[in-house]
């Protein structure tokens, strides 16, 4: 679903000075983005709209899948003494921007309407809504009876897309209407209505140092990036390929890099002919040469894969790079011979809207000197997954949803990771992913990265993988 449509002439930022002609205030941040296609948290899918979203609310808490962690943020607390039965309790005194109170019940209303609604919600998020039970025994208490342990919980109710909506907004249903004045709990409110062309946020609680108003503008990227470099934006949140080199000169101590929820496979048809043998599947992932891809047609905008879980997920560190990730033509071509797959044969690729799924096949197809076929058909195919919360649960599900992918022990394996208690578990998925990296079900690519660049006047530039940049965090002079 998607309601507010990216606009390609979208309006473009003024010459360094607000509309009146002077320049900005002390305390106001000019920003520039791509425009969101839609400010309904439970179907942002891109940054943009995780930026601003992440301004307008304030979710439970801040999940660390490296520690296992969960900050509090809205919540009080989320504990269970069993991970069956979960109670989270509020923080007291929250409000919505309408200036009604943020309740447990509306948390309970809101996951219900997720439930019934077509948003892009995960497939993860809407089975932590399917639980037994989810009531508010108090305003400030939220009680979920699941039916399986799960310590994932915390990772989960984390997820952005878990925020409440106001009352008025869940009795009107009209969605379209409320993501033009989108009425979140965070600590800024839209002042007026979204356009095309951007909005403009207004602190709901004073913060000395700390931008009062920030104006969102929508634009070209490479426009953006230009007029940050000349003073005339404060922060832009894009960085198109063609600066991506330029940006470490141009923005030496004030440029910022960090993962986004985004990652792509390679994934195999299990049950097609030659591809049910690992050993082949294990030959086309070292047939891609994903830093080549990386700096071409992807634009520079993502990492080479070093592990099957992208690192926005991963539990514990990462310091080396799997076997199936690495670039090796040779050893590729080797095992395909060792597995006798008839080389002279054409092989399908999946039909995809992947951009990259062609230009793999043919620089993968010469590598390993196997003809490519110009028609689809079944063969390797794309998938490219946009996660909505920080738990590994939800890309192993969407992996095995999307091969069919089965063997001895894994689904218990996964069950038994699953159950661990969230600080515990790194060590289980570990045992999952090098079952994966084993049998090969999908061969991991790359996962996407977010950029930001930011002019002279500002300071405190932080972001997380699945809130963009923290602009109630940002400082202006």
Same mark, same amino acid.
Not at 407 to 423: I, M, Q, R, V
């Given at each position: 679903m998607r309601l507010l449509a990216p606009l390609l002439a979208a309006a473009l930022v003024t010459a360094g000075c607000t509309e009146s002609g002077e320049p900005p205030a002390p305390d106001v941040l000019r920003v520039g983005l /791509?425009?969101?296609?839609?400010?309904?948290? &439970?179907?942002?899918?891109?940054?943009?709209?995780?930026?601003?979203?992440? &301004?307008?609310?304030?979710?439970?808490?801040?999940?660390?899948? /490296?520690?296992?962690?969960?900050?509090?943020?809205?919540?009080?607390?989320?504990?269970?003494?069993?991970?069956?039965?979960?109670?989270?309790k509020l923080k007291d005194g929250g409000k919505f921007h309408d200036g009604t109170p943020v309740t447990a019940q509306s948390y309970v209303d809101t996951w219900a309407a997720i439930g019934k609604e077509n948003w892009q919600a995960s497939r993860v998020v809407k089975d932590l809504l399917r639980a037994k039970e989810i009531t508010a025994p108090d305003p400030l208490t939220i009680r979920l009876v699941l039916d399986r342990p799960s310590g994932q919980v915390p990772a989960l109710l984390s997820s952005p897309a878990l925020v409440p909506l106001p009352a008025s907004a869940l009795a009107s249903r009209d969605w379209t209407g409320f993501a033009l004045h989108p009425v979140g709990n965070g600590p800024f409110r839209l002042d007026g209505a979204w356009q095309p062309s951007g909005g403009k946020l207004a602190r709901v609680a004073d913060a000395p140092g700390k931008a009062r108003v920030v104006e969102l503008k929508t634009g070209d990227a490479a426009a953006q990036y230009d007029e940050v470099k000349a003073g005339k934006l404060d922060l832009s949140t894009v960085v198109p390929g063609d600066r991506h080199e330029a940006m470490h000169a141009d923005f030496a101590q004030r440029h910022a890099m960090w993962a986004l929820p985004t990652v792509s496979y390679l994934g195999f048809p299990l049950t097609a002919d030659h591809f049910s043998d690992a050993t082949v599947r294990h030959g086309f992932a070292l047939g891609v040469d994903r830093a080549a891809l990386e700096s071409d047609v992807l634009g520079k905008q993502v990492d080479p894969a070093k592990s099957l879980l992208p690192p926005a997920v991963a539990p514990g560190e990462r310091s080396s790079t799997c076997r199936p990730c690495t670039f090796d033509a040779g050893a590729g071509k080797s095992l395909l011979t060792q597995a006798e797959?008839?080389?002279?044969?054409?092989?399908?690729?999946?039909?995809?809207?992947?951009?990259?799924?062609?230009?793999?096949?043919?620089?993968?197809?010469? &590598?390993?000197?196997?003809?490519? /076929?110009?028609?689809?058909?079944?063969?390797?195919? &794309?998938?490219?997954?946009?996660?909505m919360t920080p738990s590994p649960q939800e890309v192993l599900s969407e992996i095995v949803k999307a091969t069919g992918y089965q063997s001895d022990g894994f689904a218990d394996l996964l069950k038994s990771a699953e159950e661990t208690e969230a600080g515990d578990s790194g060590e289980v998925y570990r045992l999952v992913e090098n079952q994966l990296l084993r049998d090969l079900p999908v061969a991991p690519l790359w996962s996407g990265h977010?950029?930001?660049?930011?002019?002279?006047?500002?300071?405190?530039?932080?972001?997380?993988?699945?809130?963009?940049?923290?602009?109630s965090a940002v400082s202006v002079r």
């Amino acid at each position: 679903m998607r309601l507010l449509a990216p606009l390609l002439a979208a309006a473009l930022v003024t010459a360094g000075c607000t509309e009146s002609g002077e320049p900005p205030a002390p305390d106001v941040l000019r920003v520039g983005l /791509a425009a969101p296609a839609t400010l309904l948290p &439970a179907d942002v899918r891109d940054q943009s709209g995780r930026l601003v979203t992440g &301004a307008l609310w304030t979710p439970l808490g801040d999940y660390d899948p /490296a520690t296992g962690k969960m900050t509090p943020r809205a919540a009080e607390s989320v504990t269970s003494t069993d991970r069956i039965t979960w109670t989270v309790k509020l923080k007291d005194g929250g409000k919505f921007h309408d200036g009604t109170p943020v309740t447990a019940q509306s948390y309970v209303d809101t996951w219900a309407a997720i439930g019934k609604e077509n948003w892009q919600a995960s497939r993860v998020v809407k089975d932590l809504l399917r639980a037994k039970e989810i009531t508010a025994p108090d305003p400030l208490t939220i009680r979920l009876v699941l039916d399986r342990p799960s310590g994932q919980v915390p990772a989960l109710l984390s997820s952005p897309a878990l925020v409440p909506l106001p009352a008025s907004a869940l009795a009107s249903r009209d969605w379209t209407g409320f993501a033009l004045h989108p009425v979140g709990n965070g600590p800024f409110r839209l002042d007026g209505a979204w356009q095309p062309s951007g909005g403009k946020l207004a602190r709901v609680a004073d913060a000395p140092g700390k931008a009062r108003v920030v104006e969102l503008k929508t634009g070209d990227a490479a426009a953006q990036y230009d007029e940050v470099k000349a003073g005339k934006l404060d922060l832009s949140t894009v960085v198109p390929g063609d600066r991506h080199e330029a940006m470490h000169a141009d923005f030496a101590q004030r440029h910022a890099m960090w993962a986004l929820p985004t990652v792509s496979y390679l994934g195999f048809p299990l049950t097609a002919d030659h591809f049910s043998d690992a050993t082949v599947r294990h030959g086309f992932a070292l047939g891609v040469d994903r830093a080549a891809l990386e700096s071409d047609v992807l634009g520079k905008q993502v990492d080479p894969a070093k592990s099957l879980l992208p690192p926005a997920v991963a539990p514990g560190e990462r310091s080396s790079t799997c076997r199936p990730c690495t670039f090796d033509a040779g050893a590729g071509k080797s095992l395909l011979t060792q597995a006798e797959f008839p080389t002279g044969s054409a092989v399908h690729f999946g039909q995809t809207g992947a951009n990259w799924l062609r230009p793999l096949a043919e620089q993968a197809g010469t &590598a390993l000197g196997v003809p490519i /076929a110009s028609a689809p058909g079944k063969g390797p195919f &794309a998938l490219d997954l946009n996660l909505m919360t920080p738990s590994p649960q939800e890309v192993l599900s969407e992996i095995v949803k999307a091969t069919g992918y089965q063997s001895d022990g894994f689904a218990d394996l996964l069950k038994s990771a699953e159950e661990t208690e969230a600080g515990d578990s790194g060590e289980v998925y570990r045992l999952v992913e090098n079952q994966l990296l084993r049998d090969l079900p999908v061969a991991p690519l790359w996962s996407g990265h977010g950029h930001a660049v930011w002019a002279e006047r500002v300071g405190d530039v932080k972001a997380t993988p699945f809130g963009s940049v923290d602009l109630s965090a940002v400082s202006v002079r």
